[in-house]
């Protein structure tokens, strides 16, 4: 089995890879042949952008379980709300609404970093794949422990949450070439979760895709 998501992995990595490499090697031959009518440089810098953000996310992905991540007692609204301040652009950019539902002064354990980068991939994710205008993001407490939740419309009928949490899945209708990022940011979430015991998961409610992820609420 690990050998097959190994197989796997090297395929998607391979594909991403592939057509940012390609591009970057054809409009470096047409400066070098006199082609360029102005852009040609501008669309190496963003492949070579692509390439570089794969390549970082995936030895973040390799590095998570070596960190030595000291945990600490954390506000985690507000690091949600300094991540949804962080990306206000790109909801701004899509025209997308965030609902929030955020309740005040829920003090977790955990690492300041790593929540930060859960949180983060998590709204990413939903501003880049949402086919409504509106994204909904909750946090509250819930008995012993912190829950967050995000929720989007989405139109892909293609997706299996089965494979949502693999590096690059994202659904074959989802693959589309205009939406930056890596298809690793669930994965990331995946393995984070993981190493902290933090119960995750993914549901599809008729046209809705909805996230949970649950942590320990700090004990004084």
Request: aromatic fraction near 8%; hydrophobic fraction near 35%.
């Amino acid at each position: 089995e690990k050998n097959e998501q190994m197989k796997e992995l090297l395929r998607n990595v391979a594909h991403d890879l592939k057509t940012p490499i390609t591009l970057t090697g054809m409009y470096a031959s047409g400066i070098k042949d006199g082609l360029d009518d102005g852009t040609f440089l501008d669309t190496i810098i963003c492949q070579n952008h692509k390439i570089s953000q794969i390549v970082e996310k995936l030895l973040y992905l390799s590095r998570i379980e070596q960190k030595d991540c000291a945990c600490a007692e954390l506000k985690s609204d507000i690091i949600l709300r300094n991540c949804i301040k962080e990306q206000e652009m790109l909801f701004r950019g899509r025209n997308l609404k965030l609902v929030q539902e955020i309740e005040p002064d829920i003090r977790i354990y955990g690492n300041a970093d790593l929540l930060n980068e859960i949180f983060s991939n998590f709204l990413s994710n939903a501003a880049k794949y949402a086919s409504s205008d509106c994204v909904k993001v909750e946090l509250f407490r819930e008995e012993s422990h912190c829950l967050f939740r995000i929720s989007n419309e989405t139109d892909n009928r293609d997706l299996d949450i089965r494979h949502i949490w693999n590096p690059f899945y994202v659904g074959e209708k989802s693959r589309n070439k205009e939406l930056s990022g890596t298809g690793l940011g669930l994965s990331i979430v995946k393995k984070i979760a993981g190493q902290f015991n933090y119960h995750v998961s993914c549901r599809l409610l008729e046209n809705k895709i909805l996230f949970e992820i649950r942590f320990p609420l700090w004990e004084s």
